[in-house]
T-cell receptor, first 115, second 116 residues
Framework: AQKVTQAQTEISVVEKEDVTLDCVYETRDTTYYLFWYKQPPSGELVFLIRRNSFDEQNEISGRYSWNFQKSTSSFNFTITASQVVDSAVYFCALSEAGNTDKLIFGTGTRLQVFP | DVKVTQSSRYLVKRTGEKVFLECVQD?????MFWYRQDPGLGLRLIYF???????EKGDIPEGYSVSREKKERFSLILESASTNQTSMYLC???????????????FGSGTQLSVL
């Protein structure tokens, strides 16, 4: 069965601190996709990244970076030099290969960045 | 930009009422989804559809039904609303079979439903 675990329910940091959000997944599939979404107070989930199971390269996008490690079934997300605008709920999600695009979500991590 | 529009941001209904939540997407996406979001439980899939008039049960379909008569519209129906269906409901869409790989989902802003 597929499962996504985000053990951190809530994290609070002060602006400019670095913060890492953890994500551990379970799947029996050899081909799968991992995602991160951001949900700001407005409510609409915003796509951040998609990674397929055959691409273990880390990715950096501005202050955001992602560390994908198949050996530990983890797909962690780091925000460098956090800002107040980063305050949101962040969801990690898993999708099986195929064309249904169905996502299995973790329970989310609420990040609060204080000035 | 893809737009997924949910008809109501907030909705208050009484126990036993029939409730319709509407969702419209404007990018000719084949797949559409209904999730509910509850604190501590994340997002859970209720139903999804990969084509007009096609529907598949998600992880928590009990107490819900769906309708997809047109490609752009996907409705979630609570046949007889109950207090445990008070939740945030999120609609999403994705490209579907036109893409060879799993695509990202585009989400609406959600409908916060309160059943009294």
């Amino acid at each position: 069965a597929q499962k996504v675990t985000q053990a951190q329910t809530e994290i609070s940091v002060v602006e400019k601190e670095d913060v890492t959000l953890d994500c551990v997944y379970e799947t029996r599939d050899t081909t799968y996709y991992l995602f991160w979404y951001k949900q700001p107070p407005s409510g609409e989930l915003v796509f951040l990244i998609r990674r397929n199971s055959f691409d273990e390269q880390n990715e950096i996008s501005g202050r955001y970076s992602w560390n994908f490690q198949k050996s530990t079934s983890s797909f962690n997300f780091t925000i460098t030099a956090s800002q107040v605008v980063d305050s949101a709920v962040y969801f990690c999600a898993l999708s099986e290969a195929g064309n249904t695009d169905k996502l299995i979500f973790g329970t989310g991590t609420r990040l609060q960045v204080f000035p | 930009d893809v737009k997924v529009t949910q008809s109501s941001r907030y909705l208050v209904k009484r126990t036993g009422e029939k409730v319709f939540l509407e969702c419209v997407q404007d990018m000719d996406h084949e797949n559409m989804f209904w999730y509910r979001q509850d604190p501590g439980l994340g997002l859970r899939l209720i139903y999804f559809s990969y084509d007009v008039k096609m529907k598949e049960k998600g992880d928590i379909p009990e107490g819900y039904s769906v309708s997809r008569e047109k490609k752009e519209r996907f409705s979630l129906i609570l046949e007889s609303a109950s207090t445990n269906q008070t939740s945030m409901y999120l609609c999403a869409s994705s490209l579907g079979a036109k893409s060879p790989t799993n695509e990202k989902l585009f989400f609406g802003s959600g409908t916060q439903l309160s059943v009294l």
